[in-house]
C-alpha cells in the first residue's frame, strides 16, 4: 500500500540526509524495529536512552517515506473525538488524561528536537478550533465548557475578533498549547542521530513473515534473509492493518495543498495554527518558508489508483474551502498530495501487546494525533516489553 502520492511537499522541500543499506544476510539483535517513519524514530530514541542496546530499526521503502512524508505536521493536544464526546465513550480518567498527555507530548517532543539539534524547527503556535455552522457552534461551546471544566487552558474567540485576524467563521476555541513541525525532517534528524549513538538502520528491506518459536522471532524478509530477534516493535501505522487480526481502524483518504511561498507569511498565520469542527474537518497551517499548508476533503480508501485520480478535483476543492474562509489571503496552490490514514472508533491509539503470549509489540497512533501519539507511545514501551503494567498499555489495549 502506498502511503501518499504527487511528491508532498516536505520530500520536495528536505534532501535525503543520510542513506543507510538494505539488509544483505541474517543476523540477530535483541530488538527489531519495524517502521522507520516518526514512530519507530521515537521508539528508538526512547530504547537506547532506556539503555538497550542491540536495536535494529527496519523500513520496506527509504527511511520516512510512508506516511511521515504525508503529514502535515500540526501538533494539537486535541483528539479528532471531542472531549466531552471522549468522556461519554471511554469514561472521564482515560478521556482527560489522554488530552493532558497529548498536550504534555508536544513540550516533549519541543525539547526532543533540542537535544538532537534538529535542523528543522519546532515552532510553537496557538490552536484555533472553529466552526462555521450554528449547529457546530452549539457544540463548539459545550466543548469549551468540558475543557475549562477540566482545567485547560482555553479562551472563547467571537466572530468579529476572528473576522479581525481575517478568517470567516462563528466562534472558536483558542487554546495555547500548539505547535509545527516538519515532522520527515525530524525524523530524518533523529534517525541519524540514533545512528550515531548505535541503532542499526536497515532501508528497503520488507518484512513478510514472523514466526514465532521457544527462542524468539524469526523476521523472514521479502529477499529470504531471516532476522533473528527477541521482540519485534510494529510502528508502521495504516500499514499494521495486514499483520493484525484485530479489526481495529477504518481507513480513511486524505488530501493536502501547499500555497506558493509569501513573501512574509500572512498575519493570521504567524502564530496560529486553525482547524475546524466539521466532519470531516479542515486543517491549516503555516510553514517556515512562508506558505501555507491545508488539508481535508477525506474519504473512504478504496485503492491507491482510486485516491490519487481525485488529487486534481480535491485540490480544486480545498482551494476554494480556503479562500471561503480567508478571503483576504491570495492563496495559490503550489503542491498537492494525498495520503492515507486511519480512524479508530474511540479516536485513540494502539499500544502493546496484541496478544499477550507473544512479544510482538505495537505502537500505533491513529487520526490527527499520531505524532503526539507516537511519543506517549515511548512511555509505554519499556513496560511493553518487560511485560509490567502501566497505564497507556490498559487505557490504549487491544480488544478494548
Excluded at 506517549?376 to 489495549?397: C, D, R, T, W
Amino acid at each position: 500500500m502506498k502511503l501518499r502520492s504527487n511528491h508532498p511537499f516536505w520530500l520536495v522541500k528536505n534532501a535525503l540526509l543520510e542513506s543507510y543499506p538494505s539488509a544483505d544476510k541474517s543476523f540477530s539483535t535483541e530488538i527489531l524495529i519495524v517502521g522507520a517513519g516518526i514512530t519507530g524514530a521515537l521508539i528508538a530514541y526512547e530504547l537506547l536512552n532506556s539503555g538497550y542496546k542491540e536495536v535494529v530499526l527496519i523500513d520496506k521503502r527509504d527511511v520516512a517515506n510512508g506516511s511521515t512524508a504525508a503529514s502535515t505536521a500540526m501538533l494539537q493536544y486535541e483528539i479528532d473525538i471531542p472531549l466531552y464526546q471522549l468522556i461519554e465513550k471511554r469514561g472521564l480518567t482515560t478521556a482527560v488524561t489522554s488530552y493532558k498527555e497529548c498536550e504534555k507530548a508536544i513540550t516533549t517532543l519541543k525539547s526532543i528536537t533540542r537535544k538532537i539539534k534538529s535542523t528543522t524547527p519546532f515552532q510553537k503556535k496557538r490552536s484555533i478550533y472553529f466552526s462555521t455552522s450554528r449547529k457546530g457552534l452549539r457544540l463548539l461551546q459545550k466543548e469549551f465548557q468540558a475543557r475549562i471544566d477540566h482545567g485547560f487552558n482555553v479562551r472563547w474567540v467571537n466572530d468579529d475578533e476572528l473576522k479581525s485576524w481575517g478568517l470567516i467563521a462563528l466562534g472558536a476555541i483558542e487554546s495555547a498549547s500548539g505547535g509545527v513541525i516538519d515532522t520527515y525532517g525530524i525524523a530524518l534528524n533523529l534517525i541519524k542521530y540514533n545512528s550515531d549513538k548505535g541503532l542499526k538502520v536497515l532501508d528497503r528491506t520488507e518484512i513478510t513473515n514472523l514466526k514465532h518459536t521457544d527462542d524468539g522471532i524469526t523476521a523472514e524478509t521479502s529477499r529470504g534473509i531471516n532476522i533473528q530477534c527477541k521482540q519485534v516493535i510494529n510502528c508502521t501505522g495504516y500499514e499494521s492493518t495486514a499483520w493484525l487480526k484485530e479489526d481495529i481502524v477504518k481507513l480513511k483518504n486524505t488530501f493536502a495543498i501547499a500555497s506558493e511561498a509569501f513573501n512574509a507569511l500572512p498575519e493570521a498565520f504567524k502564530d496560529k495554527i486553525y482547524w475546524d469542527n466539521s466532519s470531516p474537518y479542515f486543517y491549516f497551517r503555516g510553514t517556515e518558508d512562508n506558505r501555507i499548508v491545508m488539508g481535508g476533503g477525506d474519504v473512504n480508501f478504496k485503492n491507491t489508483a482510486a485516491r490519487d485520480a481525485l488529487i486534481d478535483k480535491k485540490e480544486k476543492m480545498l482551494v476554494k474551502k480556503f479562500h471561503q474562509l480567508f478571503p483576504d489571503i491570495q492563496f495559490k496552490s503550489d503542491y498537492a498530495w494525498a495520503g492515507t490514514f486511519g480512524e479508530t472508533a474511540d479516536g485513540l491509539p494502539y499500544m502493546g501487546r496484541p496478544d499477550p503470549l507473544k512479544n510482538e509489540h505495537y505502537v500505533l497512533g491513529f487520526g490527527g494525533n499520531g505524532i503526539t501519539f507516537s511519543v506517549m507511545g515511548m512511555q509505554a514501551i519499556v513496560p511493553s516489553l518487560l511485560n509490567e503494567p502501566h497505564p497507556f498499555l490498559e487505557y490504549y489495549k487491544f480488544n478494548r
